[in-house]
């Protein structure tokens, strides 16, 4: 017997309760009243499968994640001519559309097979809460669309890390202001200069500056913009790409919070999905995360709350590349190496560690064979890049507003930077031209 839970307007309710009355093998187990109720019962493990309707009041990604959460999967209930009800409930990520003049026997079996998938497939909650379900198939007619209740269909093959297309690297390291934001616009800027096209997403919660260093005064809607839209079922890859335009030829930004408090607009669903579709806008995309990976999911207590540095531990769960980076100061070196002990148990990629703002100044006559000796003996850091202090230079860029690859294409800092983009993405040559950024900047 499948359970089922309901939450459906007063247009096609009554019809399709009495025709779930009629089909075999399913229990009504609730009729909620909105989705507060659907959300509190769903916690409860009575159903394995909810209805609803897409023009439910408070319906959204979050909610959809929240019952994926507890284990009940999500059917939608449309009219015959509800086009635009079916199209947002498909971007919701709901893959099993349901009307209410269908044959009980296909509802049933519809049902029945969403609970399966529950079942068979499970919801595997990593250190994120992120879920992860397979793929779906067609059920009484119904195209397959990706996995849980939540995760919008594709909009396209964006391909794997490593077969050249749609790749995602995330720069953070720990606190301190290492430079996490100067090696992210500057790796994207270089991928951008070798014609791929780039884009840098800024997901610092705790102080975004994407925009400030490239001189994007104006308050661009950004990553909040996006998560709203998303939250509501409409972002999609055109959208994204209107919300994130292009600075330089080949080189987009979708810029951060204009204020830190703002933090919780950035929920994980929202968050999986802007980085999904950012997939299928560019070529590379780039990351700009916050420095704070602690999983304060206990602080939200038995309530669903948004937790802050969600965005970050989202972004690194779905990178391909992770760069992290510390200062080459002592008290940096220190955090670097806890950070790089932090990260190793979340779900990430193998990090390429860079120590940045290196001079003879902290480290003596020889700095980078001391801050390697020393990473070597008491980290076991073997593999370790250097990037060269150059405050002018990176003076230079921020009061100019643009990145260090159109202020200064020659400095030491940039051409380290230069060869880290090669080692990340086998598409960049070793020493990329920066020539096509000296064409005029669009204004944003």
Same mark, same amino acid.
């Given at each position: 017997?499948?359970?089922?839970?309901?939450?459906?307007?007063?247009?096609?309710?009554?019809?399709?309760?009495?025709?779930?009355?009629?089909?075999? *093998?399913?229990?009504?187990?609730?009729?909620?009243?909105?989705?507060?109720?659907?959300?509190?019962?769903?916690?409860?493990?009575?159903?394995?499968?909810?209805?609803?309707?897409?023009?439910?009041?408070?319906?959204?990604?979050?909610?959809?994640?929240?019952?994926?959460?507890?284990?009940?999967?999500?059917?939608?209930?449309?009219?015959?001519?509800?086009?635009?009800?079916?199209?947002?409930?498909?971007?919701?990520?709901?893959?099993?559309?349901?009307?209410?003049?269908?044959?009980?026997?296909?509802?049933?079996?519809?049902?029945?097979?969403?609970?399966?998938?529950?079942?068979?497939?499970?919801?595997?909650?990593?250190?994120?809460?992120?879920?992860?379900?397979?793929?779906?198939?067609?059920?009484?007619?119904?195209?397959?669309?990706?996995?849980?209740?939540?995760?919008?269909?594709?909009?396209?093959?964006?391909?794997?890390?490593?077969?050249?297309?749609?790749?995602?690297?995330?720069?953070?390291?720990?606190?301190?202001?290492?430079?996490?934001?100067?090696?992210?616009?500057?790796?994207?800027?270089?991928?951008?200069?070798?014609?791929?096209?780039?884009?840098?997403?800024?997901?610092?919660?705790?102080?975004?500056?994407?925009?400030?260093?490239?001189?994007?005064?104006?308050?661009?809607?950004?990553?909040?913009?996006?998560?709203?839209?998303?939250?509501?079922?409409?972002?999609?890859?055109?959208?994204?790409?209107?919300?994130?335009?292009?600075?330089?030829?080949?080189?987009?930004?979708?810029?951060?919070?204009?204020?830190? *408090?703002?933090?919780?607009?950035?929920?994980?669903?929202?968050?999986?999905?802007?980085?999904?579709?950012?997939?299928?806008?560019?070529?590379?995309?780039?990351?700009?995360?916050?420095?704070?990976?602690? *999983?304060?999911?206990?602080?939200?207590?038995?309530?669903?709350?948004?937790?802050?540095?969600?965005?970050?531990?989202?972004?690194?769960?779905?990178?391909?590349?992770?760069?992290?980076?510390?200062?080459?100061?002592?008290?940096?070196?220190?955090?670097?190496?806890?950070?790089?002990?932090?990260?190793?148990?979340?779900?990430?990629?193998?990090?390429?560690?860079?120590?940045?703002?290196?001079?003879?100044?902290?480290?003596?006559?020889?700095?980078?064979?001391?801050?390697?000796?020393?990473?070597?003996?008491?980290?076991?850091?073997?593999?370790?890049?250097?990037?060269?202090?150059?405050?002018?230079?990176?003076?230079?860029?921020?009061?100019?507003?643009?990145?260090?690859?159109?202020?200064?294409?020659?400095?030491?800092?940039?051409?380290?930077?230069? *060869?880290?983009?090669?080692?990340?993405?086998?598409?960049?040559?070793?020493?990329?031209?920066?020539?096509?950024?000296?064409?005029?900047?669009?204004?944003?």
């Amino acid at each position: 017997m499948t359970r089922v839970l309901t939450a459906l307007t007063h247009h096609h309710e009554p019809e399709f309760v009495r025709l779930l009355e009629s089909a075999l *093998d399913i229990e009504l187990v609730r009729r909620c009243a909105d989705v507060a109720e659907l959300l509190s019962v769903g916690a409860a493990g009575v159903a394995r499968v909810a209805v609803v309707s897409p023009d439910l009041r408070g319906l959204d990604r979050d909610a959809l994640r929240q019952l994926a959460g507890h284990g009940v999967r999500v059917a939608g209930l449309v009219g015959p001519d509800d086009d635009e009800g079916e199209r947002r409930l498909r971007q919701l990520g709901v893959a099993t559309i349901l009307g209410p003049k269908d044959d009980p026997y296909e509802v049933a079996a519809a049902l029945t097979s969403l609970a399966g998938a529950t079942t068979s497939v499970g919801a595997s909650r990593s250190s994120t809460g992120s879920l992860i379900n397979g793929r779906e198939g067609a059920v009484g007619g119904t195209p397959a669309v990706a996995g849980w209740a939540g995760i919008p269909p594709d909009d396209g093959d964006h391909g794997d890390a490593g077969d050249g297309r749609s790749q995602l690297t995330v720069v953070w390291g720990p606190t301190g202001a290492p430079g996490r934001t100067t090696v992210a616009v500057t790796l994207a800027a270089h991928l951008a200069a070798a014609g791929m096209t780039t884009m840098v997403v800024d997901l610092d919660t705790w102080g975004s500056s994407v925009a400030q260093v490239l001189g994007l005064v104006d308050e661009a809607p950004g990553v909040a913009a996006a998560a709203r839209a998303s939250e509501q079922g409409t972002l999609d890859v055109p959208g994204l790409a209107r919300l994130a335009p292009e600075v330089v030829p080949g080189l987009r930004v979708l810029t951060g919070l204009p204020k830190a *408090d703002r933090w919780p607009e950035l929920r994980v669903a929202a968050i999986e999905d802007i980085l999904r579709l950012s997939r299928g806008v560019v070529d590379h995309v780039v990351v700009d995360a916050g420095f704070a990976v602690e *999983d304060d999911e206990e602080l939200s207590y038995d309530t669903a709350a948004p937790r802050r540095n969600a965005s970050t531990l989202t972004a690194l769960e779905a990178a391909d590349h992770l760069v992290v980076v510390g200062a080459a100061d002592p008290v940096g070196l220190q955090r670097l190496v806890r950070a790089v002990q932090d990260v190793a148990v979340r779900p990430s990629p193998r990090p390429t560690v860079v120590v940045n703002k290196v001079r003879s100044s902290v480290a003596g006559p020889r700095p980078e064979r001391a801050i390697r000796d020393v990473l070597g003996r008491f980290a076991g850091m073997d593999d370790v890049r250097f990037m060269p202090w150059a405050p002018d230079d990176c003076d230079a860029a921020v009061l100019a507003g643009r990145s260090l690859v159109e202020v200064a294409p020659e400095s030491p800092l940039t051409l380290a930077v230069a *060869d880290l983009a090669a080692r990340l993405d086998d598409r960049m040559p070793s020493r990329p031209r920066a020539r096509g950024f000296r064409r005029s900047r669009r204004a944003v």
